[in-house]
């Protein structure tokens, strides 16, 4: 019996051994906290949206507007992450939101607010998120001393956001019903203020980086031709820009089959949402169990496949409890899919590209997102909700299929990579072994 809790604990330790760094350490506790009120955010926004215009295309519209300008700013932010600061260029990102969180609390409390003001606020939010996601994502090396270590922390970075996304929504639907939408936006910008201060508190390391020889437009030419031209990072960008293309936007029809296809209430917009959490927390806690970022490029088709069957299924259900499984299946596959790409990108990538490679990360991710938010918008307002979610899965599972096919070529590609930065070990030593053997012996 001892010896079981023993394991156990050893298994929780192995499972969050990147908490070990001070610094992913505070940033894992401020972002946690930050995240909930985020997520509290997003619920409240789009109900608010649907209660004042009742039009799914205008849920398209606010969710366009917030996304749009990672795909226009993208290559260019990558460009400014890899030559400046990343931790200044966060706490900047972070007071700004902030600043857009109070004053769209201040307008909904008092009564101010309208369509177009959060089309406004949405589209400065996005003009944030263009510099905020790739430098966060290509900070997180910066946090963890060892490479070996990087997978982890990802999949920590997931959990953090799924379990969020858990706990935010359900708050969210209980504070909506009772209070309304901007007690919400108030405590989302409260939690901004947690994340800032566990920002000031890091110790960073100078990145190493030689002056600036090259023009801006000669680096942004540069990082296109790497992800153009690298198979292993071309195949994983499109296939998550399909993904967000035409799956990722269910998130912004979820009030459509919230009140109008399963008749509930924010509160069952709130549970719909958690479920997705729910699903995506087993994710990360699976990809954070593993001990090694070798086979990731075979998960994610694997994982694509249940998020596409799991949406397709999502658009024929009208019983709660059976929507509600689910979304927690769509949950477990969008996660393990987008962290597992992250990762084998970050492994691959080289140092001095990895803000570029992040901002086409963010482009295909995040980018992509407000086409299919009016694509997805439109077409649930012509053929309803259901069908344009079929629609959107079945797109998915194709480009699943396609990438499987490509696996043979990626995992030829990416193996040598794993051996030269030493994931591989036994390979690694055996090389060195085999170098020392064949090289003549000295004088």
Known sequence: MKSNRNNAVEGLKYIFRTLQYRNYRLYFGGQGISLIGTWMAKIAMSWLVYRLTNSAFLLGIVGFTSQIPTF???PFSGVVVDRLNRLRIIITTQTLYTIQAFVLAFLVLFGHIQVWQIILLSTLAGLVDAFD???RQSFVIEMVEKKEDLGNAIALNSMMFNGARLIGPSIAGILIAIVGEGTCFLINGISFLAVIYALF??????RKSEPQKTHIFQELREGFNYAFYFIPIRTILLLLGLYSLMGAPYIVLMPVFARDILHGGPHTLGFL????????LIGALFL?????????EKIIPLAGTI???????????RILLVS???????GFGIMVQIASSNTVLQTIV???????IMSFYAMALIGTTPFGSLISGYLASKIGAGNTLMIGGICCLVGVIIFYNKLPVLRKTIHPIYVKIGIIPEVAKGLRIATELSSPPDN
């Open 350 to 356: 080289d140092d001095d590209k990895r803000g570029r």
């Open 324 to 330: 509600l499984i689910l979304m927690v299946s769509a």
């Open 72 to 74: 226009f700013l993208g």
């Open 307 to 317: 998020f596409s069957i799991g949406i397709i299924a999502f658009s024929f259900s």
């Open 273 to 280: 949402m958690g479920a997705t959490g729910i699903g995506a």
């Open 288 to 296: 954070a169990s593993r001990k090694k970022v070798v086979g990731l």
């Open 133 to 135: 996601i790739p430098a």
């Open 201 to 206: 508190l890091m110790k960073i390391s100078p």
